[in-house]
């Protein structure tokens, strides 16, 4: 079993910076792909970012460029530094893992373990 915990969460003007973490606590050594997942208003949900056990990461074309994943390398905490912020990646971010999986190189679409999430707001 895994247990994920987000913080950082907060609103954020329009071109401004927000870093979001995920504590990952339990059975982390067989979490092979982990990502960033959200929820936006309109019921629009997505992963944004994965990245693999040794570090591959991948993208949505919507935050490339602005947004980097990243790991240390116990796997045990995950980060999600988003700069130039803009109003659509208004939305709850949740910390999303696989167990056992392998690694693809594109956005998985199915998780199965689940943080609570942690809401960003990008408002003027």
């Known amino acids: 079993q895994v247990t994920l915990e987000e913080s950082g969460g907060a609103v954020v003007q329009p071109g401004g910076s927000l870093r979001l973490s995920c504590d990952a606590s339990g059975d982390t050594s067989e979490i092979l792909v982990s990502g960033w997942y959200r929820r936006a208003p309109g019921n629009r949900r997505e992963t944004v970012a994965a990245i693999s056990d040794d570090g591959r990461t991948v993208y949505r074309d919507s935050v490339k460029g602005r947004f980097t994943i990243s790991r240390d390398n116990a796997g045990n905490m995950l980060n999600l530094q988003m700069n130039n912020v803009q109003p659509e990646d208004t939305a709850v971010y949740y910390c999303?893992?696989?167990?056992?999986?392998?690694?693809?190189?594109?956005?998985?679409?199915?998780?199965?373990?689940w943080g609570r999430g942690t809401q960003v707001t990008v408002s003027s």
């Open positions: 999303v893992a696989n167990y056992r999986t392998a690694w693809r190189g594109t956005l998985p679409k199915q998780w199965d373990f």
